[in-house]
Each structure stands twice: as structure tokens, then as C-alpha cells.
Antibody, heavy 119, light 107 residues
Framework: EVQLVESGGGLVQPGGSLRLSCVASGFTFSSYAMTWVRQAPGKGLEWVSAVSSGGGGNTYYGESVKGRFTISRDNSKNTVYLQMNSLRAEDTALYYC???????????WGKGTTVTVSS | EIVLTQSPATLSLSPGARATLSCRASQSVSSYLAWYQQKPGQAPRLLIYDASNRATGIPARFSGSGSGTDFTLTISSLEPEDFAVYYCQQRRSWPLTFGGGTKVEIK
């Protein structure tokens, strides 16, 4: 069964850091791009970041997180990470990990991990 | 950044009715547009990719059309499980973007 499981969310103060992880199973992880998408409470979907397949040499970021978030992947662990620094209240959201399909559509999603930024 | 505008924001229909959802891009995305369905408390689900291709396991009542800047998702006859929020997403250029969503609710 193809599956993505996110972890690492939690409550953090403004200016703090968190690292999200997403463990993949059921498919050849290294062959697919991976993406993070977030959803603030009661709001729509916002694309956050993506990393290319293979060695992950290409990374991409939304404007709202550029310079603060870093995406990476470890194919030996079937895991994609999102390092989040300088967190702000507006980063509060449910963060989904998704598998790339046709490059950067998304055909498999995890259940998400919640990040709350508050003092 | 390519802005995707979905309309209407809410669509109130009865089971069995035909639903027509629109997604308009601020510049051409060619055919690089997907549609997702999201139900409360669930992750999004890919329905249509590259404008008109149904994803694996998606019923034939869902169809997508369009290219360039104007796209349509059609649900030919609404089933009770189809009442949800629908999002479009483009992969034509960075940053990837989603539309604001259309909620299909029971009339």
C-alpha cells in the first residue's frame, strides 16, 4: 500500500524552529518528486515547497516561506523533510506531504501534521 | 505567479444534478492543471490531472476539460459522496498554485 506519514508538528513560539518529516512506503521513493502543502484552519490549500526526484538537486519554495524553510530528502530512509525556521503566526496550519505525479501534480497525500505558532 | 480563480465559491445542488466548476488562470498553464477533492477532516484526493485525465480509481462521472486559461470540472450526476470542496492546481510554472476552492453543497 502506498502511504505517507508525516510527523514533527507541534506548538512553537514565534521565531522558533521545527523540522517536519514524511516517511514514504509502498513505492520507489527516489523516483518521485515530493511536495509539502499546508492548510490554515478553515482556509484553502497553499503549496509550500517541492523537491525533485533522484538526489533532490532541485528545490522550490513558495514566496511566503522562501529563505525560512528548507526541503530535503533522504532516499536511504524514504523520507522527505521540511526544516522550518523563523516561524510566524501565519505559518500555523496542517502540513501535508504529497507524492509527485506527472512531476508536480500530487497523487498520494499523508494525513498531515499540525503546526501551531503561538506565544 | 499564476493566479487561479475558481467559480462559483459555493454551488448548491441536489443529488443527481450536474455540477460544473470553473477554474481560470491569470496566464496560460497549457494543459498542466489538476483537480482535487477534499472532504472535511480528510486530505485532498487527486481527481483529474493534466486537464482531462482521470486519476486511478476516479469514477467516470468526473470529467475535466479546457486548456490555456479556462478549465472546467464536470460531475455528470452528483452522488451523496461528491459533496465536498474542489480545488484546481497548476504545475506550469513556479510557484505551484492552487485555486481558492469551490464548495459543492447539498441544496
Amino acid at each position: 500500500e502506498v502511504q505517507l506519514v508525516e510527523s514533527g508538528g507541534g506548538l512553537v513560539q514565534p521565531g522558533g524552529s521545527l523540522r517536519l518529516s514524511c516517511v514514504a512506503s509502498g513505492f520507489t521513493f527516489s523516483s518521485y518528486a515530493m511536495t509539502w502543502v499546508r492548510q490554515a484552519p478553515g482556509k484553502g490549500l497553499e503549496w509550500v515547497s517541492a523537491v525533485s526526484s533522484g538526489g533532490g538537486g532541485n528545490t522550490y519554495y513558495g514566496e511566503s516561506v522562501k529563505g525560512r524553510f528548507t526541503i530535503s530528502r533522504d532516499n536511504s530512509k524514504n523520507t522527505v523533510y521540511l526544516q522550518m525556521n523563523s516561524l510566524r503566526a501565519e505559518d500555523t496550519a496542517l502540513y501535508y506531504c504529497a507524492k509527485g505525479f506527472q512531476m508536480y501534480h500530487m497523487d498520494v497525500w499523508g494525513k498531515g501534521t499540525t503546526v501551531t505558532v503561538s506565544s | 505567479e499564476i493566479v487561479l480563480t475558481q467559480s462559483p465559491a459555493t454551488l448548491s445542488l441536489s443529488p443527481g444534478a450536474r455540477a460544473t466548476l470553473s477554474c481560470r488562470a491569470s496566464q496560460s498553464v497549457s494543459s498542466y492543471l489538476a483537480w482535487y477533492q477534499q472532504k472535511p477532516g480528510q486530505a485532498p484526493r487527486l481527481l483529474i490531472y493534466d486537464a482531462s485525465n482521470r486519476a486511478t480509481g476516479i469514477p467516470a462521472r468526473f470529467s475535466g476539460s479546457g486548456s490555456g486559461t479556462d478549465f472546467t470540472l464536470t460531475i455528470s450526476s452528483l452522488e451523496p459522496e461528491d459533496f465536498a470542496v474542489y480545488y484546481c492546481q497548476q504545475r506550469r510554472s513556479w510557484p505551484l498554485t492552487f485555486g481558492g476552492g469551490t464548495k459543492v453543497e447539498i441544496k
